[in-house]
């Protein structure tokens, strides 16, 4: 069996990107808070969807598709992390 660094798949590819847009709004969601703007529940929603999008294409991804490379399995344990931490915030809250 051969492991590649780098997806093959089409949602090998939308896990990781669904992990790299979570970075992106949860990076969007400090620099709300920093200026004191609103709109934080809107971004953590945001920030906690595309986490487990990343976590269910990176699932169907390993399992129906076979792709077995190393980012699509990292990618796959951070949404899963990332949905677990939002969703802890929103209950928080």
Known sequence: MKVYFLPKTALGKWSTRGVVGSIAFWLALLI????????????VILVGLSGLSAFF??????????????????TTIMGFFIFLVVVSLLFHY
């Open 32 to 43: 709300l808070r920093t200026s004191g703007l609103g709109m934080l529940v809107p971004t």
């Open 57 to 74: 294409t990176g699932i169907i991804g390993i399992t129906k598709s076979k792709d077995r490379s190393v980012i699509v399995f990292i």
